[in-house]
């Protein structure tokens, strides 16, 4: 409703231009805002205020001059003004009906499909050879609800798990392998399944000794130039750590696939043209031996330049060379329209110097949209990084095995007499759901506070209080199975009734604005909305004893498609919905 009419104002604005009212090149940001007081209608805009200058005249003359040249719509029934130059909507309740009734058809539930594009998004993008802790829980979830979005609202989501593989640490792990069969003789085996001890035991290795440090740098340089020993023990190291990286995925219920799986070392073989690329257009320069960019815009807090280093003096590239590489293939063989990275912000510096030179050097067609979706830290109750009691690192199978736990008893608690299967089952989805509603429902930019008893009270905007919700909503239908809906109509009548149809309606200028900011935490907060909008809705409107049949089948469905908006609202979030629990 709100951008049916924001184009109802974009007409009428042109409609001034034609007349001579507004200038031509005038080109006012329409926006059409909710109204808190509904007593001044349902949607208000502050159009003439911004036109005013532009047109030399009074702001409440050119509300009215726009009100007297709005297009007729069956969406409206009153157009006001109000205060200094407000233009407030009424909108009329039978259209409203007639929108959820038609959403209630339609497999999209009426959300406007946008003009689709071609989206990468990258995403999860853990450093291999490393089991996966909470540090990779942000980007693998939110980056994963955000690529359902965009799939859902018709868009070709291209997902890339831009794995490290191909890093210093790979050197280091080598180093440490060669160091072990020394000691021990060429012929043992040494053990690669618990890789995370062996990476602390060669990091260890890798502080104390400055040879082995040293061996260890020469060694990436070897895997880099294709030596094949080299390459024979990185494959095995990286296939033990990506099949755990996919464990951890399924048990999250995130949809990556080995398919997506395109790593630092997939783009190895361009990184000397790179370099040659940036070369011949003059932009490289040597620092220390070092081959680096400077760029004007970037400079340290005391003003020095600051380099993005390309090829280090030994000849090994860096993270940067590979970001270059990867964004020339996202534009050129990809056809990216927009390119999305789900990074920590800590990284938020890189990404910009990387955006910037790409695009100097031209290595991305200039109409794609490079976009770093930075986030916070997740931190204990401490209010510091999240760590286990005695200082380490969490992973993420632990927290999920400790979520499922902690649902478990809760379920239990509640039903008391119900069955361990059963029990298992609603355990699974809600200690998942748990995990991921609680990052999922910040902002993203700011840190935020990793709490069990947060994440798992059926009070506030919680997974347990919106699964709760939907079985109740959902529980509706099956005291009322008997009921042949396929005749009946939305009539919205009471108070309760219009919120909730209003509510309703928002569920597509929503998910629009998730996928546009890459917000997660705008879809659960109206998720959260929604479940309270029927609360009430239902509090105040008895459904199976309502007065008439009439009414009773209007609020069923007004319930049913409640109960669709919430269960594809959390699908999008990646959250599986339960029947009871
Ligand atoms: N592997 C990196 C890390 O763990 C994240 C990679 C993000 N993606 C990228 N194209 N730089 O910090």
């Not at 409440?60 to 029934?77: G, W, Y």
């Not at 209630?104 to 490393?130: C, I, M, R």
């Not at 056809?335 to 890189?350: G, I």
């Amino acid at each position: 409703m709100k951008s049916h009419i924001q184009s109802l104002l974009e007409q009428t604005v042109a409609k001034l231009k034609q007349q001579g009212i507004i200038p031509e090149d005038t080109d006012p940001r329409i926006q059409v805002d909710r109204t808190k007081d509904k007593s001044h209608g349902d949607l208000a805009t502050n159009l003439a205020m911004m036109l005013t200058k532009a047109a030399g005249k009074p702001p409440r003359e050119l509300a009215q001059l726009l009100i007297d040249n709005l297009p007729a719509s069956s969406h409206v029934a009153k157009v006001e003004i109000a205060g200094p130059g407000f233009i407030n909507f009424f909108i009329d309740e039978n259209a409203l009906a007639k929108q959820l009734q038609a959403a209630l058809a339609d497999e999209h539930l009426g959300v406007a499909l946008p003009s689709a594009q071609t989206v990468v998004v990258d995403y999860s993008s853990p450093n291999l050879a490393k089991e996966m802790h909470v540090g990779h829980l942000r980007s693998t979830i939110i980056g994963d609800a955000v690529v359902r979005a965009l799939e859902f609202l018709g868009h070709k989501v291209i997902r890339q798990n831009h794995v490290g593989d191909w890093g210093t640490q790979f050197g280091m792990l080598l180093a440490y392998m060669e160091e072990l069969r020394a000691a021990n003789g060429a012929e043992s085996e040494v053990e690669l399944s618990d890789l995370e001890s062996f990476y602390r035991a060669a990091k260890v290795r890798f502080d104390e000794s400055e040879a082995f440090a040293t061996r260890a740098r020469h060694l990436v340089v070897e895997l880099q130039s294709g030596d094949e020993y080299c390459n024979k023990l990185w494959r095995e190291f990286n296939e033990i750590s990506l099949s755990h990286c996919h464990k951890v995925y399924q048990r999250l219920g995130v949809s990556l696939t080995r398919n997506d799986v395109r790593g630092e070392s997939a783009y190895n073989d361009d990184l000397p043209q790179v370099v040659k690329d940036l070369d011949a257009q003059g932009l490289l320069t040597e620092s220390n031996g070092a081959k680096v960019v400077f760029q004007e815009a970037f400079r340290t807090k005391e003003g020095e330049p600051l380099p993005v280093i390309i090829q280090k003096a030994d000849g090994g590239y860096l993270y940067a060379t590979t970001d270059l590489a990867a964004m020339r293939y996202r534009s050129s063989v990809l056809h990216a329209d927009r390119v999305l990275y789900f990074v920590d912000l800590r990284q938020a510096l890189h990404f910009q110097q990387v955006f910037s030179l790409a695009r100097t050097a031209g290595f991305v067609r200039p109409e794609m949209s490079l976009e770093h979706m930075g986030f916070g830290t997740m931190n204990g109750e401490d209010g510091r990084p999240f760590k286990t009691r005695t200082g380490g690192v969490v992973k993420l199978i632990d927290l999920l095995d400790e979520a499922h736990d902690r649902a478990l008893e809760l379920v239990r608690s509640k039903n008391p007499d119900m069955d361990t299967a059963t029990l298992e089952q609603i355990a699974a989805v809600v200690g998942v759901a748990s995990v991921k509603y609680a990052d999922l429902s910040k902002n993203r930019a700011s840190d935020y506070i990793f709490s069990f008893d947060q994440m798992l009270s059926f009070e506030g905007n919680t997974a347990p209080y919106l699964l709760y919700a939907y079985t109740r909503v959902a529980g509706i239908f099956k005291k009322a199975e008997d009921i042949d809906l396929s005749a009946a109509t939305i009539v919205l009548e009471h108070d309760k009734e219009k919120e909730l149809g209003n509510k309703l309606a928002q569920f597509s200028e929503v998910l629009a604005r998730m996928v546009d900011k890459g917000q997660p935490h705008l879809l659960c907060a109206y998720l959260y909305e929604l479940a309270g909008a029927f609360s009430s809705f239902y509090e105040a409107c008895p459904v199976l004893a309502a007065d008439t049949a009439a009414q009773r089948d209007s609020r069923l469905l007004l319930a049913k498609l409640t109960a669709n908006t919430l269960k594809q609202g959390l699908a999008l979030l990646g959250i599986d919905t339960l029947e009871r629990m």
